[in-house]
């Protein structure tokens, strides 16, 4: 079975930082491309980075150009999300996501229906 193991998420006050991770396991992961999402009360599920299949090219949302990282370990089946100057709208709850699919655009990339396997979420909570 594909799993998907999201963590690394707390409570962080405004200007903090936290790393996010996402072991996989079961599938081929340098197959996939790694996404992470996040969703905030009453709010639909959004894109946040990606870090392709194809050539370990990385996609963000504008809103955190500069201030998020993605990398991904494909020796050890994990990605990672850094988030520094950490903002209380970027309070969610964060999941990684995986899917076969290629593109070159974040615009691709941030879209559900990309992505076949999704973990769990971990919370984010960043206070003013």
């Known amino acids: 079975d594909v799993q998907l193991q999201a963590s690394g998420g707390g409570l962080v006050q405004a200007g903090g930082s936290l790393r996010l991770s996402c072991a996989a396991s079961?599938?081929?992961?340098?197959?996939?491309?790694i996404g992470w999402f996040r969703q905030a009360p009453g709010k639909e599920r959004e894109g946040v980075s990606c870090?392709?299949?194809?050539?370990?090219?990385?996609y963000y949302k504008d809103s955190v150009k500069g201030r998020f990282t993605i990398s991904r370990d494909n020796v050890n089946n994990m990605v990672y999300l850094q988030m520094s100057s950490l903002k209380p709208e970027d309070t969610a709850i964060y999941y990684c996501?995986?899917?076969?699919?290629?593109?070159?655009?974040?615009?691709?990339?941030?879209?559900?229906?990309?992505?076949?396997?999704w973990g769990q979420g971990t919370q984010v909570t960043v206070s003013s």
């Open positions: 079961g599938l081929r992961f340098a197959d996939y491309s």
């Open positions: 996501a995986a899917g076969l699919a290629t593109a070159d655009s974040f615009v691709y990339y941030s879209r559900l229906d990309t992505y076949d396997y």
């Open positions: 870090a392709s299949n194809s050539d370990g090219s990385t």
